[in-house]
Each structure stands twice: as C-alpha cells, then as structure tokens.
C-alpha cells in the first residue's frame, strides 16, 4: 500500500469516528494550551523589559536599601536596614572617583497635584532628586530645563514635570513658569521631561521631579531612605566600578568583614535576571501541567487506539489477506494516534497564543510568537502520538489474518 493510500485511510477512520476523537484530542489542546499560553506572555514580558531598559541609564547602577524585586516575604534582617541617608551618598560621592556621576533621589507615592486650571488622580509619584540623577535616570528634557545645583545649593521650589502630569494640568496652557501645588508646597515648573513610555504597563511619565534639597526640606531627611544613582564612565569599567561602590559602601555603613551588604545593588541586569528567574518557576509550573495533561490523554489515545484495534479486527483481517502487508498496518496507525495529536496540538497553539497575547494586552506589551515553543509543541505532540500509539499500532499489526477474519 502506497503512502498517500495509507494517509487516506487513517483519516477516513477519524473521521469516521468523531465523538472519539475530540475527547482524545482535549487532552491535547489542554497540555499544549497551557505550555503555549505562559510562554507567550513570558515572552512578551521579557520583550518589554529589554525595550524599556532606559529605566536606568546606560551604564548605570543603583544602590537601595532593598531588593528591586521581592519573592516572597522579607527576612528581618533585611527589613531591619538602616536608611541610605543624604550623608552616605556625599561621602561615596566623594571616594567614588571611579564613577563619572554620583546622583541620589527619594520618593514619595500616591501624590494629587494641582495647578490653577485641573489637578491629577492621587497616584502621581514625586521624586527629589539631585541634577546628576536627571542624568543616570536618562530623563531628558522636553522643553525648559532639568534641576541644576543652583537649585539644590538654595532649595529652590521649582519642579520638572513628566508628560502625563504636563498633559492633565496644563491642556491648553505651556506649563513653563506656572505653579504647582502638593501637600501644600507651591512647585514653580522649570520644564518638562520628554515621553518615556510604558514599562510593564505603568506609565513611566507620571512622575514630578524637584531638588532633594528641596523634597527634604518637605518631608524630612530621615523618614526615609534615599536611592543613589551611579553612572560609569562606559561599559569596559561598568563591573569594576560596581565592586569599587560596594567596597566605598560597606566602609560607609560599617559592615564588617565577612558580613553580607546591608544595601542592593539594582541594575538592568539584574532586573532581567530576576524577571528571568521569577519566569523560570511560572514556566516549569505550566511544564509540568502540560506533563500531566499530556501523559494522561497519551493514555486516553493508547486505550481508544486499542479500541479500535479490536472494533476493527475483521477489517484488518481483510487488508492483510488482500496483501497489507505488517509495516502498512503499523504505519496507518500510528499516523492515526499522531494525526490526533497534532490536531489537538494545533488548536493548543492556536488557543494558547491567542490567549497570552490577550493577557499581554493588559501588560501594554507588543505581541509575541514564542516560535521555539510552538517547536516544542508540534515535536510534544508527535513524541506522544508515537510512544502512546506504538503498541496499538503493533498489535494491529501483528494480529493473525485467519483469526481476524474469524472475528465477529
């Protein structure tokens, strides 16, 4: 039997046999779904990271009293840190020679602003900051100015504001020179950034930046702690730059030797390699539900591909007897038990990369098609066609025509 011969036959048994097959081929769709769907928006999440790496300038690092990102609980001794405070950063200012700038900031949440003509959501975050934090953060400037030292040196009320908050309080106005108020400080504003975009789906312009002077004398020097910003002078002395922070560091908050930091270190790296590793658990959860679904419709396909076998004993008693020969059985049923698996592997991959682009959506992320899983999908789906269908297929195979064709 040619082929082509056996190809159409296979396919003329599924067809004949619908309700069967679908309830095979669920298992399938389920399996490959759920790889398919997380590795999507994975995918996708790790895309908008590597384009919004402008978070931190380039060459840049960050010393923060805790971790950027935080699986899980805190320990103690983490939450028990000392505040990085304004005299931490001027001393490793001034020991940093390694470093091309030295900038600090600190923030504060959930803030209203409002001006003469509109006011934003309470959800405006503010940040002092010093003029070489305008610069490590890579926050450039639209129209106006950034704050300069003069502005810090006299605690000047002035403040840049980003996008989102220029477009909501000054519509139709140019916001240079207007007034801003928060918490009832009045902020003249100097400039305004130019757009950064989105990152993770948060906008990263609705922020205001005045001096850290300025926000300390707001909010207090203590209360809490402040981030610095370390730009190197290129990537050749990025890494060793780093080790010369945390050494200045560790001499400026007296950690003894042999103890672990009291501070982390946050850059674009190592937030990929947190996001990495935070994703790598998610995707090995949905490996092992697809392990699951899987093995078990391969058991679901051997049982009803053993079914068959036996429900079509008589007709494999024919074929053999008007010449089939046991390659041309093997083979028809083992295209039938992988034709399952790819139908079932293809509605998977279709419905899992519909869905995570769907959950990708709210993430603001730019759709994705992870095409190294959907591989190892089509490849799943012919592995377990194969191991699941050889059996019955050699049963099939392997039956005595005589006895077949005595079969009622």
Known sequence: MKFWEV???????????????????LGIVIGIFSIISISTVITMLQNSISEGLAQLGKNTFQIQKFP??????????????????????????????????????????????????????????????TPEAMVTNDWAIDSGRAINQNDMDHNKRVCVLGTDVAKKLFKHVDPLEQEVKVDGLRLTVIGVFAEQGQMFGQSRDNFVATPLSTFQTKYGKTSRSLNITIMAHSSVTYNSTIDAAIGY????????????????????????SQVGQITQYVRLGAI?????????????IMNIMLVSVTERTREIGIRKAIGAKKRNILFQFLIEAVTLCQFGG??????????????????????????????????LCV??????????????????????????
């Open 249 to 272: 560091m560790r001499t400026i908050r007296k950690v003894a030797p042999g103890e672990e930091n009291d501070f982390d270190i946050f850059s674009n790296e190592s937030l990929i």
């Open 7 to 25: 190809l159409k036959v296979a396919f003329g048994s599924l067809r004949s046999n619908k309700l069967r097959s679908s309830l095979t081929v």
């Open 288 to 300: 092992v539900i697809a392990f699951i679904a899987l093995l078990a419709a391969g058991v679901g």
């Open 383 to 408: 592995v377990v066609g194969v191991g699941f269908g050889t059996y019955p297929a050699w049963k099939a195979a392997n039956l005595d025509p005589i006895e077949a064709l005595r079969y009622e």
């Open 346 to 379: 293809i509605i998977g991959i279709a419905l899992g990369l519909g869905a995570g682009n769907l959950a990708g959506k709210f993430l603001n992320a730019a759709p994705a098609l992870p095409l190294d899983w959907v591989l190892t999908g089509i490849v």
């Open 68 to 129: 950027a990102m935080q699986q899980g609980r805190l320990s103690d001794k983490i939450r028990n840190r000392k505040n990085i405070h304004v005299e931490d950063y001027y001393r490793l200012r001034a020991m940093l020679d390694e470093a091309k700038l030295v900038g600090a900031e600190q923030w504060q949440f959930g803030k209203l602003f409002k001006s003469n003509w509109d006011e934003t959501n309470a959800n405006v975050q503010l940040v002092g900051g």
